[in-house]
Nanobody
């Protein structure tokens, strides 16, 4: 498990862009795959994207392909989610997550979570 701290989020209009960031906390770090999930009231948590420690494996949910881009900083301790052409359906609480596996299963292999940040897209 790893401690994750998120930043970003906010209120934007449809078609706008937003960037989320997530960083491992503390002076010591592990080689985790990091990803993003989102959740809206009344619905299950939804996988958005993940990226492996060195960026060799990247995955996106079909709903965000072509619009969202996940990336890691050079120090490998932070992950970003660049969200372009946002839609009202993207409105959710977004959670950063980490997995010890290089190719994790979104449904069960992420065991560390950030605090969540609200993204609201107005129509």
């Amino acid at each position: 498990q790893v401690q994750l701290v998120q930043s970003g989020g906010g209120l934007v209009q449809a078609g706008d862009s937003l960037r989320l960031s997530c960083a491992q906390s503390g002076p010591f770090f592990s080689s985790y795959t990091m990803g993003w999930f989102r959740q809206v009231p009344g619905k299950e948590r939804e996988f958005v994207s993940y990226i492996s420690w060195r960026g060799g494996v990247v995955s996106y949910a079909d709903s965000v392909k072509g619009r969202f881009t996940i990336s890691r900083e050079n120090d490998r301790n932070s992950v970003n989610l660049q969200m372009n052409n946002l839609k009202p359906d993207d409105t959710a609480v977004y959670y950063c997550a980490a997995s010890p596996l290089a190719v994790p299963r979104p449904e069960g292999d992420f065991n560390s979570w950030g605090q969540g940040t609200q993204v609201t897209v107005s129509s």
